[in-house]
């Protein structure tokens, strides 16, 4: 069942449905969800008009979509990280030798489009309805190309998933240089061309696919770009009105990278710049002054809030590598918009809520301080308020209709007395039974139509292999691959 429901309204019901009233979500006990033409038109009971269908969920919650502002569009390389450390010796940062060589591209064009949309399916899979995507540029020849976009374009359109897209760029990167030191390398040109790239991708995708095609600009990270390059794409943003993503505040590296190169903390830095705005989202922002060892004293989380700019944050990611937001709660009472992402597989948004629930609680040591509907507001209103969309994000007349439905029966959810505590408790995103995108039923039953996942999952890790099989001549001094790739235990193979 794959189809736009454009010929009368059809009635969703469940034991929950998440309304919303005066600007902020409500409990429906019993509710009923009305659509028409890929929009809501009643939330509450007893609906009194006519209705081509009815869909009963039963013992579910019917929500909003989740919004995801970091969402990841390659092949997650997580795992390879994940206990081979320090990252510079096992080449998650190039050496100077494979600079001299030149950088080359480590998957074909054709894998490049194929990864994006095995990357859809999964956010599909997960309840998110609209997404960001973000991609490694360490495994890139230098930026992001217009062809794998138009192939991300064609993949959202086919699945039904709403897309904000923008090919990512930067004027440089880090190395490992020959003294062991990180250092870095520069070519403005060069970003300078990628930025122009992506322009001209957003004047011609914007708002295509009937609306579910959208477009931003993506410069990489703060550190990786030079001041003439972050102008510009403010000039850009300005002209187009687009959303603008940049990485930021992500590493105590690159805190003082920026520091050391600019006389000024990476807020500072931007807001001098003019790239500030209510269109700039900033994943991660997890060290400011004053936080997780940054001792530069400076106004970072005022300038901020101040400027209209708001946070991906992606906890799960995050926790994965041993920080957190230092916390939550200060950065919500601050006024920052803050909105979720995921940034790694899976996509799982209610395991990134759940995350972000504890290691918030944890760094104020008070469980009183953020709530469960602190983070499903997040993963569903503050993304809308980030892409400046009153009409997503929530379930209430005149909004998209983008709906997710979570089973609730499942033995391991265990009891419900509030849905939405239950589900940052004991839920996960394979208990996302459908999926609904401007009135188009994209997921049923946990199936995508024309999507075999066992099939995606086998061709996903032929081509993962394949990438993992260069990293030797990538890597600090070139070990083998046994040496860059530890096993946890040791390792004993069946003889020949």
Not at 65 to 89: E, R, Y
Not at 290 to 298: D, K
Not at 346 to 373: F, Y
Not at 412 to 433: E, F, K, W, Y
């Amino acid at each position: 069942m794959n189809q736009t429901n454009d010929k009368g309204r059809t009635l969703m019901t469940a034991s929950w449905v998440v309304g919303h009233e005066d600007g902020h979500h409500v409990l429906l006990a019993n509710g009923e969800v009305v659509f028409e033409a890929g929009e809501i038109v009643f939330v509450g009971h007893n609906f009194a008009g006519d209705v081509a269908r009815r869909i009963d969920c039963g013992a579910a919650l019917i929500g909003p979509g989740f919004i995801d502002l970091d969402a990841l569009s390659d092949l997650d390389t997580t795992v390879l990280g994940f206990d081979n450390q320090p990252a510079w010796k096992k080449g998650r940062i190039w050496p100077e030798s494979y600079m001299r060589a030149g950088p080359r591209e480590m998957y074909s064009p054709e894998d490049l489009r194929w990864q994006k949309r095995y990357a859809f399916t999964r956010l599909i899979r997960n309840g998110i309805t609209t997404a960001l995507p973000i991609a490694s540029l360490f495994y890139r020849e230098w930026g992001e190309t217009r062809d794998e976009f138009e192939g991300a374009a064609e993949a959202a359109a086919a699945l039904g998933l709403r897309i904000y897209l923008g090919s990512a760029y930067r004027s440089g990167n880090t190395y490992v240089a020959d003294n062991g030191e990180i250092a870095f390398h520069f070519d403005e040109d060069r970003g300078l061309q990628g930025l122009s790239q992506a322009r001209k991708f957003c004047e011609d995708f914007e708002n295509t696919s009937n609306g579910l095609v959208r477009t931003m600009l993506a410069p990489d990270r703060v550190e990786t770009c030079t001041p003439e390059l972050l102008r510009q794409t403010a000039q850009a943003v300005s002209d187009l009105d687009v959303p603008v993503r940049l990485h930021c505040c992500q590493s105590a590296f690159e805190y003082q990278s920026v520091l050391k190169m600019h006389g000024l903390s990476p807020p500072e830095w931007l807001r001098e710049l003019g790239f500030l705005s209510g269109n700039a989202i900033l994943p991660h922002l997890t060290y400011l002054s004053g936080l997780n060892g940054i001792e530069y004293w400076a106004p970072d989380l005022e300038i901020l809030a101040d400027s209209g700019a708001s946070l991906a944050h992606c906890p799960l990611v995050m926790a994965r590598g041993g920080t957190a937001l230092t916390s939550f709660a200060r950065y919500r009472d601050a006024g920052l918009t803050i909105g979720m992402g995921t940034d790694t597989h899976p996509p799982d948004m209610i395991q990134n809520m759940q995350m972000g629930l504890m290691t918030a609680r944890i760094a104020e040591r008070d469980s009183t301080v953020v709530s469960a509907g602190d983070f499903y507001d997040a993963a569903t209103l503050g993304g809308a308020q980030a892409l400046g969309r009153d009409d997503l994000g929530r379930l209430a007349p005149g909004a998209r209709a983008d709906i997710t439905v979570i089973a609730l029966d499942a033995p391991a959810m265990g009891q419900v007395i509030d849905p939405i505590q239950t589900l940052l408790l004991n839920g996960s995103g394979q208990d996302v039974h459908t999926v609904i995108v401007e009135g188009r039923i994209v997921m049923k039953d946990g199936q995508i139509p024309g999507v075999d996942h066992a099939e995606l999952r086998s061709q996903a890790q032929e081509r993962f292999d394949a990438m993992k099989a260069q990293y030797p001549d990538r890597t600090v001094d070139h070990p083998p691959l046994e040496q860059i790739f530890s096993s946890t235990y040791p390792l004993r193979k069946a003889p020949a």
